[in-house]
T-cell receptor
Framework: GAGVSQTPSNKVTEKGKYVELRCDPISGHTALYWYRQSLGQGPEFLIYFQGTGAADDSGLPNDRFFAVRPEGSVSTLKIQRTERGDSAVYLC??????????????FGPGTRLTVL | EDQVTQSPEALRLQEGESSSLNCSYTVSGLRGLFWYRQDPGKGPEFLFTLYSAGEEKEKERLKATLTKKESFLHITAPKPEDSATYLCAVQASGTYKYIFGTGTRLKVLA
């Protein structure tokens, strides 16, 4: 079956512009995570959705970052007034998140964001 | 503060030369410890979940173990295709947030 997909695969933008990054999780997966990964670093947690709601958004670095998941499937990460420091690979992961089980996360290939 | 430290940062092995990767963690109650493999340009791929000290899991040439302070990923007789970055992550009790280490870049030479 299809895995987690992310679009676009690459995004180049100018400082100060607005960008949207999309994540299509595996069908039926209720849990969805966004991470940011800089070169040579591990993924950095941004936000976790359980269904349509953001259960934990403590990793969002500031109010320029926002994410939605209106129908409990596709999610969009939105970044306003982009800065050069926002350049990174943005990863999305989904899991079944069955009650009481730590289900494995399935990661997408990521979106490489470059802010010039 | 919850923290994960992986060592070494990089490791070069000859094919067939067994070794271990270390993941030290500090967390306020462990919900689970996770190992992932990441190939260049791709997202991490799940390997193992460990829940409590003393637990071990195996998959092909890989074996993961867990103590109260660290986890080891043992690689037995590695092959060049095992070359990748291996990531460790923890999840604390009462949270769904995953904290990743910076990874160990493994290179296995033929």
């Amino acid at each position: 079956g299809a895995g987690v997909s992310q679009t676009p695969s690459n995004k180049v933008t100018e400082k100060g512009k607005y960008v949207e990054l999309r994540c299509d999780p595996i069908s039926g997966h209720t849990a969805l995570y966004w991470y940011r990964q800089s070169l040579g670093q591990g993924p950095e947690f941004l936000i976790y959705f359980q269904g349509t709601g953001a259960a934990d958004d403590s990793g969002l670095p500031n109010d320029r970052f926002f994410a939605v998941r209106p129908e409990g499937s596709v999610s969009t990460l939105k970044i306003q007034r982009t800065e050069r420091g926002d350049s990174a690979v943005y990863l999305c992961a989904s899991s079944l998140n069955r009650q009481g089980n730590q289900d494995e996360q399935f990661f997408g290939p990521g979106t490489r964001l470059t802010v010039l | 503060e919850d923290q994960v430290t992986q060592s070494p940062e990089a490791l070069r092995l000859q094919e067939g030369e067994s070794s271990s990767l270390n993941c030290s963690y500090t967390v306020s109650g462990l919900r689970g410890l996770f190992w992932y493999r990441q190939d260049p340009g791709k997202g991490p791929e799940f390997l193992f979940t460990l829940y409590s000290a003393g637990e071990e899991k195996e998959k092909e040439r890989l074996k993961a173990t867990l103590t109260k302070k660290e986890s080891f990923l043992h690689i037995t007789a590695p092959k060049p295709e095992d070359s990748a970055t291996y990531l460790c992550a923890v999840q604390a009790s009462g949270t769904y947030k995953y904290i990743f280490g910076t990874g160990t870049r493994l290179k296995v030479l033929a």
